[in-house]
């Protein structure tokens, strides 16, 4: 493996200093939770070394909301160890991936220090950002491995519909090739949920975690799921080896969150949508930037036009040091710095449209 430390990561405001940052849209996930609004009580907790596929009835809250069975759920911390996971168990050097791009950093920097060979299957703005079916089919070949989508996708909040998931399941299946689905975000669909892939065929793995609809991502709980249970045995033995269980205590909040997860939902999904009609009507006025309208997630992806005469590099500059904002730069997703991704789901709506007011004049301020 050769790891090389990401953008995303060295530029997040945790790294940087959240105090640093006045307004923050670099998020993808909704507001973190306190430990407090879960008012739990762990002091009879026993800090033993946890089950090593992960808590038994947190797997089987898990299992029982994606359909499937608790033995094909494998708890990791968070999505990000399920996909490492998933990446050192499939590829070795020169196996050929085929993954989305932009992408979560992560999706194809793993793959990239495993030294797989890698092609990327573009998202176009001008195709809605939404993968291309039949451009992906011809990308697969006899060398092919492994095809790794995110749904909905980060970081430009795009969807594939139900009829489209199970085209691209059948497509994998009939060319022998496992499909990768990052459901970090199912539950953040704007239509509703699509049903976990993995639950549609046992050549379909899905990842997923408690970060980013529930603010959770402090616990590090995630998981995959899979239907085969040989590969299954192969994830575990990963698991063991990079960190045996997870940490009890993680796994017990997450439990005690999911068995009264209805009692939080009402406030996350209305907080959601409020902050994404603000977003909606700021788009609307803007005149440098343009975007797809995002169909899942609490991100979106805008550009700034071709035709704009805003200095892109005077725009961060003044958007960063002037009004303390910070969005995603394009980079952080190996894309041109004109894209940006704004995390709308983390601010208080007024901080949003704070941020977001922000972003307009550094624009202004920034046209030459
Ligand atoms: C698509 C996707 N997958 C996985 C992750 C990792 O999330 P976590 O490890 O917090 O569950 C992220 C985080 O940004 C993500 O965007």
Not at 41 to 57: I, K, M, P
Not at 137 to 164: D, F, R
Not at 235 to 261: G, M, T, W
Not at 329 to 339: L, S
Request: charge should be negative; aromatic fraction near 8%.
């Amino acid at each position: 493996m050769k790891y090389v430390r990401m953008p995303i990561e060295i530029e997040s405001p945790e790294q940087m200093g959240y105090d640093n940052v006045k307004y923050n849209l670099t998020e993808s996930s909704f507001a973190d939770a306190q430990l407090g609004d879960l008012d739990l009580d762990l002091r009879s907790l026993v800090l033993c070394y946890g089950e090593h596929q992960g808590n038994r009835r947190l797997r089987e809250l898990i299992a029982v909301e994606s359909g499937v069975s608790p033995d094909e759920v494998l708890i990791t911390a968070g999505a990000a160890a399920a996909l490492f996971v998933i990446a050192t168990s499939l590829l070795r050097t020169g196996d050929h991936l085929l993954v989305e791009k932009p992408n979560y950093a992560t999706n194809i920097e793993t793959p990239r220090a495993i030294g797989a060979a890698i092609d990327f299957h573009e998202l176009r703005f001008e195709e809605g950002f939404r993968p291309n079916l039949d451009r992906l089919a011809a990308q697969i070949h006899s060398k092919t491995k492994l095809v790794s989508l995110t749904v909905p996708h980060n970081p430009t909040g795009s969807m594939l519909s139900e009829a489209e998931l199970r085209q691209l399941i059948e497509l994998c299946a009939n060319k022998g090739v496992t499909l990768l689905v990052d459901e970090t975000y199912r539950e953040m669909a704007h239509g509703g949920p699509l049903p976990v892939a993995a639950s549609l065929s046992d050549r379909v793995l899905s990842v997923s975690s408690l970060s980013k609809t529930w603010g959770l991502p402090g616990i590090r709980i995630g998981w995959l799921i899979c239907r085969d249970p040989k590969l299954m045995e192969t994830f575990l033995a990963a698991k063991e080896q990079i960190f045996i269980c997870n940490s009890v205590v993680d796994e017990e909040i997450a439990r005690r969150f999911l068995e009264r997860k209805d009692r939080f939902a009402p406030a996350v999904f209305s907080a959601m949508q409020k902050n994404f009609a603000v977003v909606k009507e700021w788009m609307q006025k803007q005149s440098d930037l343009e975007w797809i309208q995002p169909e899942g997630g609490v991100v979106c992806f805008p550009r700034f036009r071709d035709s704009s005469s805003v200095d892109i590099e005077r725009f961060y500059r003044v958007l960063n040091d002037k009004y303390k904002t910070f969005v995603g730069p394009g980079h952080w997703f190996e894309m041109e710095r004109r894209y940006l991704r704004i995390g709308y789901g983390w601010p208080k709506a007024e901080e949003l449209k704070a941020g977001l007011a922000a972003i307009s004049l550094s624009a202004a301020e920034a046209r030459s």
